[in-house]
């Protein structure tokens, strides 16, 4: 028996939905999606969850995940409903559900919160920096360092838990039964989905914009392999060095279009950004350029301005680190590959 | 009698007649007979070519009666009578053969046989012109007046619309104010116009009209008399007040009064007295003792010296050429039981509703409790899948649509539910639907074999549905009001429509000849039908008949003077002996008993006679002849054919 929460379209409001109650549930939306199966059908269903206010099936839901935004649906729908926010705004809601610590959500929510995250953290780098009094050595090596223990601790004490919920409300909760052998039978999908996102080709006319995508993911995770593993500011080595130069170009190169598409709002789904999406991929590209620029000023020798650069890239990834890694859009590379081998799951 | 010259066209009809019957061996069959001038055949015995071929055979030959064998005479009977009229023939000599549909088209496996019976047809029709008369059209005088029965939005309307050209108008009103339904609604949808406003705008036209008289609280008991002369008895029951009131004196009477009786213009929501008044602002201005309701207690006369029981009942008789029936629909109301109707006290119908939403203001309360949760069920009573009303009441998705939102605007907390089998909010009404989607209201949906299903547990009423939008989820919703959706059905009180002899359809309410193309004539002739009468219609389309119905009532009466058609059944007074069959069997009450030369014996009213034939058969004496159907052609035409 399901009793119906006609509130929960407001708190949906918060999350970016816009107009979703205008629904008259025609089914063109699902009609014009190309990723929509008869067994997935999709995006009214979650429409329709959403503008009925049943949580319990919206959290036990992998749809929302399963969409890859490709607009399609929005621009097909009479009642202008964008039911392609409405997903959108449902994997935010349901990265806020995951979180155990809740930040996710508040911040989500409120501008104000996020803000006054980005200050104090801005704040501790600069209470640190004093305190090694500006020496640009001990920071790069304290600064790597922090790289190393942000990814453990962030993985272990946040991560790690959010994907065990996420499995909690979406295969355990609904009492789905898989066997342990689907559990390693299935794992392929986890890993191939995480590091091509090859679903996303299944929308019309996407070919360009995964490949963006594809590049970028390729060139982050290789930025962060250099930076953290090899060491990529203080190596010596030549190859390391043009590697470095050659990823963190990439991410942003990539990363400035995405927020010029951003700006544009030329296609659907660059029309309606929340803050959220702003600082994901702003922050991508200041993290990418101010590596650049470290490492370009290191091999030209301008280690004085280097200091307030390097400064500049360590309140980047701090935050990176420890807001949007954690509480923001980042998750959505665990979240979506493995929805994609939790579906595979209960298939 | 003088010898006919009979001149028959053959018809090819392309092929459609030809490819199947020897239209020439038809030709040769008849060609030969006595009274048979000149045979042809054509290809289109309707083009114009041919019509004037016929035209010059008729007036060079002195034909003095034509027979067509061609398609139905439901298609061409009118273009060939036309034909003769051209040709100075009288038209009514003319005969009509169907050798398309009830021989070619029937017959196309049988060639020879559709030939044959195709030549018996013709000979059928030859036989029936030798005896085919030259007839008169019946003229009969008509009055250009019209009286409009129901003085709703859909009377009112008419009533102005006929006002308008100069023809006298009676608006005869049952209850004691005028207005109808409209002035039980306040806010109306796709209007900032409320029903009182558009009451009060119409009787205020009404009043400056000459031509119109207005007679409320006032009741049609007799009908007399057919097409351009009705004689209407009027019983017109005092209002026992006189109209020369002191309004403050008035007011105090209805405060004394100590009689309480359900309001039924608050659909029993609330009580009245018996002297009342609906709301402030209605008309007539002056109000009304309810003297069925009355103790006659006599505490309203000691302080208004206007209040007069001494007022009688009045009869007064009119005469009118035609009459416009807009007497409206009652809401139907729940059978005991229905969806919780009468066993829970939280569950209401939609006007009800829509009484109460007016009435209250700050909080939305029912019997003394803060309402949050409404929960509408649509279509109670209409579209029933069990029952009579098969029919969609067509006005209640938007009326209902159009009171959850006027109710969320005036209480912004609460919550509105709506079970709902698909929504039929046509037209710009749509707008609303749109609306009420954006302002939050949520929408549940089943199909007639799913309906959603009402218990009461306790205090709690709970409405229950396998939601088709959700995968046929149960979905429950603990409503602290359910409304009742409930369509329109026709008038309890069906007194005035008998006396007319008005036809119902299968939906009970009254019928129209035809839905399309006459859609505000009766077959009673001079009667038309407007507004809800007819069937459900929200308040444009109950003007838009109201107006369709007054042009065509004018229309009727407008020359004074009515012709009709002269096929219409006669009497032989020497062999009528009076048993009534024939009146039994007339389905539009044109024969009526009376007197000749002493004599008690049936008579015809010519206006009224459509010339069916019905009365005929049932004539035991013989003494009924149906004219150009007469006994002498139709044994005739039987003699042709076998």
């Known amino acids: 028996m399901a009793k119906i929460n006609p509130s929960f379209g407001k708190e949906l409001n918060k999350y970016g939905a816009i107009n979703s109650n205008a629904c008259y549930n025609c089914g063109n939306c699902t009609a014009v999606c190309s990723l929509s199966t008869e067994e997935v059908s999709f995006p009214r269903e979650m429409v329709r969850l959403s503008t009925l206010g049943l949580e319990d099936d919206i959290q036990s839901s992998l749809k929302p995940w399963e969409c890859y935004y490709c607009g399609e649906c929005s621009t097909h729908c009479p009642q202008e409903a964008n039911p392609s926010e409405l997903m959108m705004s449902l994997r935010r809601y349901l990265t806020a559900k995951y979180d155990w610590t809740g930040l996710s959500g508040l911040m989500y929510k409120s501008l104000p919160l996020s803000i006054a995250a980005f200050v104090l953290t801005l704040v501790g780098v600069l209470i640190f920096a004093f305190s090694v009094d500006f020496v640009l050595e001990k920071m790069v090596h304290i600064g790597h360092l922090f790289e190393m223990i942000a990814i453990g601790t962030v993985g272990l004490v946040i991560l790690l838990p959010n994907v065990a919920r996420m499995w909690w409300f979406t295969i355990l909760k609904p009492g789905t039964k898989v066997s342990f052998k689907k559990y390693l039978s299935s794992m392929g999908d986890l890993f191939v989905h995480m590091f091509t996102q090859k679903r996303a080709l299944g929308c019309d006319d996407n070919q360009l914009r995964w490949f963006e995508h594809f590049l970028m993911v390729i060139g982050y995770l290789s930025l962060l392999f250099t930076t953290v593993f090899l060491n990529w500011f203080s190596s010596e080595y030549l190859i390391v060095t043009i590697f470095g130069y050659v990823v963190s170009a990439i991410v942003f190169v990539v990363t400035f279009d995405f927020v010029l598409s951003r700006i544009k709002k030329k296609k659907e789904i660059s029309k309606h950004s929340q803050p959220s999406d702003w600082f994901f991929v702003i922050w991508l590209f200041l993290m990418g350029l101010s590596a650049f620029m470290v490492r370009l000023f290191i091999d030209l020798d301008l280690l004085e301005t280097n200091k307030w650069l390097y400064l500049v890239h360590l309140t980047v990834l701090v935050q990176w680190a420890l807001i949007i890694v954690p509480f923001g859009k980042w998750t959505h590379f665990l979240y979506r590959s493995f929805a994609m081998y939790f579906a595979k799951l209960k298939a | ?642």
């Open chain 2, 1 to 642: 009698m003088k010898k006919k010259k009979i001149g028959v066209y053959i018809c090819h009809c392309g092929g459609n007649i030809s490819d199947y019957v020897d239209v020439e061996k038809v030709r040769q069959a008849v060609e030969g007979e006595d009274i048979v001038f000149l045979a042809k055949t054509t290809m289109f015995a309707c083009s114009d070519a041919n019509q004037r071929e016929m035209v010059n055979d008729i007036e060079a030959n002195g034909l003095t009666s034509v027979v067509v064998a061609s398609c139905s005479p439901k298609l061409h009977l009118l273009t060939f009578r036309n034909v003769t009229q051209r040709a100075n023939l009288n038209k009514y000599t003319y005969v009509h053969a169907n050798i398309r549909e009830q021989a070619s088209w029937a017959h196309s496996d049988n060639k020879i046989g559709a030939t044959e019976k195709a030549i018996h047809l013709v000979k059928a029709a030859i036989a029936k012109a030798n005896y085919a008369e030259a007839l008169e059209t019946n003229k009969v005088k008509a009055l250009k007046s019209v009286a409009v029965i129901g003085a709703g939005v859909a009377g009112m309307k008419a009533a102005i619309s006929l006002s308008n050209k100069e023809c006298e108008v009676v608006l005869i009103e049952k209850e004691p104010f005028v207005g109808g339904r409209v002035s039980q609604w306040d806010s109306l949808s796709t209007t900032t116009e409320t029903g009182k406003e558009i009451v009060n705008r119409l009787y205020n036209d009404l009043i400056t009209r000459e031509n119109i008289t207005i007679c409320t609280n006032s009741e049609v008991i007799s009908n007399k008399g057919s097409v351009g002369n009705f004689t209407l008895k009027i019983k017109k029951t005092p209002r026992y007040i006189s109209t020369s009131f002191h309004p403050e004196d008035l007011k105090k009477a209805i405060e004394v009064c100590p009689v309480e009786v359900p309001d039924e213009f608050n659909f029993r929501l609330t009580p009245r007295k018996a002297i009342y008044k609906n709301y402030p602002g209605e008309y007539p201005q002056t109000p009304v003792i309810d003297l069925k309701n009355c103790t006659r207690c006599g505490a309203c006369e000691k302080v208004c010296p206007a209040v007069n029981f001494s007022e009688e009942e009045d009869i007064i008789e009119i005469s009118v050429g035609s009459v416009l029936m807009a007497t409206g629909f009652d809401p139907y109301t729940p059978a005991y039981g229905e969806f919780g109707y009468a066993t829970s006290e939280n569950v209401i119908t939609l006007p009800q509703f829509k009484r109460l939403i007016d009435e209250q203001s700050d909080t939305l309360v029912y019997k003394g409790k803060a309402i949050q949760n409404i929960a509408y069920i649509y279509c109670v009573g209409s579209r029933q899948a069990k029952g009579d009303n098969t029919y969609c009441s067509r006005n209640c998705c938007t009326s209902t649509i159009h009171a959850a939102l006027t109710a969320k605007n005036k209480f912004p907390d609460i919550n509105n539910f709506h079970f709902n089998r698909g929504l039929r909010t046509y037209g710009k009404q749509e707008i609303l639907y749109a609306d009420s989607l954006r302002s939050g209201d949520i929408y549940l949906q089943s199909y007639e074999d799913g309906l959603p299903t009402v218990t009461i547990e306790g205090k709690k009423t709970i409405v229950k549905i396998n939601d088709i939008l959700t995968n046929g989820k149960e979905i429950e919703v603990e409503a602290d009001l359910v409304v009742l959706v409930t369509g329109m059905v026709p008038r309890a009180d069906n007194k005035v429509g008998t006396l007319f002899k008005l036809p119902k359809g299968r939906d009970k309410f009254y019928n129209e000849i035809h839905m399309k193309l006459r859609p505000v004539e009766t077959v009673i002739d001079g009667v038309t039908i407007a507004g809800a009468c007819q069937g459900p219609k929200n308040i444009a389309e109950s003007v838009n008949s109201a107006l369709s119905a007054a042009t065509k009532s004018y229309s009727i009466i407008s020359k004074g003077e009515l012709e009709s058609e002269p096929l219409v059944a006669t009497i032989d007074p020497d062999r009528c002996t009076w048993c009534g069959a024939c009146e039994a069997a007339c389905p539009f009450d044109a024969i009526m008993k009376s007197e000749k030369e002493g004599k008690i014996i049936a008579a015809i009213n010519n206006a009224v006679c459509k010339g069916c034939g019905m009365c005929a058969p049932v004539c035991e004496p013989d003494a009924i002849n149906v004219t150009a159907c007469s006994s002498t052609e139709i044994m005739s035409m039987i003699d042709a054919l076998v």
